[in-house]
């Protein structure tokens, strides 16, 4: 069972926009992305969050499942697409940023990007509840591979800490910032005690990939249902 690919899955807001909008493709309008879960669901595929994968990417399980990843925290998460994987018993991690709870997405203001609210305490508790997961996305959405190593530390084990002071829950998984990353920043996630990174690498994982430089397929409000099977049927990612 070696080389079974698993497919980790990257959304970041689940809400419809208008065609204007800068970087509409972060956006998966609901319905689409509904029917990706269906497609999922019908095909035999379970959607897991990353803590919930992890068993499957040390060989411990074996099935078809896929990892599902929503990054930012967005609040749109919460309200478009949890019923949805409640609905059909998947699961997901969202990277939360910690300073950045119950805010909005200002790291991306320079670029002219839609702010979204980000989901606030209670927001994520009740993410929480219904059986999902959250992981670290840093403590102000900085490219890590643009401050000081003592910096980057802080950004990488003081999010995990202040998630952990926050909702009383161990915090495993993390997702690089804009998937920006070097060795010494992977170095980094590894010893400050998180289990896996995800980064934006295209391509699906198997047992042997690095744990802290996991590849994600991107499914964005372009990606039509073909596509979408491509993406997780066949090695359509794994050489991007
Ligand atoms: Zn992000």
Redesign the pocket.
């Known amino acids: 069972m070696q080389n079974i690919k698993i497919p980790i899955l990257m959304y970041h807001s689940i809400e419809s926009m208008p065609n204007s909008t800068v970087m509409r493709s972060l956006h998966v309008p609901p319905k689409k992305f509904k029917f990706q879960m269906w497609l999922l669901k019908i095909l035999g595929y379970k959607a897991l969050s990353l803590k919930k994968l992890k068993p499957y990417l040390d060989g411990e399980k074996q099935g078809r499942v896929v990892g599902l990843t929503f990054?930012?925290g967005y609040q749109n998460n919460l309200v478009n697409a949890l019923p949805i994987l409640t609905k059909y018993n998947f699961s997901a991690t969202c990277?939360i940023?910690s300073k950045s709870i119950g805010f909005s997405n200002t790291w991306d203001n320079a670029q002219g990007i839609t702010q979204r609210p980000l989901m606030n305490k209670n927001e994520i508790k009740k993410w929480l509840s219904l059986g999902m997961d959250i992981g670290g996305?840093t403590k102000t959405?900085i490219d890590l591979t643009s401050v000081s190593e003592q910096e980057a530390k802080n950004e990488i084990a003081g999010c995990k800490a202040e998630l952990e002071a926050l909702f009383n829950i161990p915090i495993t998984d993390f997702?690089y910032?804009?998937g920006r990353f070097n060795e010494v920043v992977s170095n980094i996630a590894k010893d400050s005690g998180y289990l896996s990174a995800t980064s934006m690498i295209r391509g699906r994982v198997n047992n042997e990939s690095n744990r802290y430089i996991l590849p994600r397929i991107p499914i964005n409000h372009r990606t039509m249902p073909h596509l979408f099977l491509a993406k997780i049927l066949t090695k359509y990612e794994d050489s991007k």
Request: glycine share 0%; net charge negative.
């Open positions: 990054d930012d990277y940023v996305h959405h997702c910032p804009f």
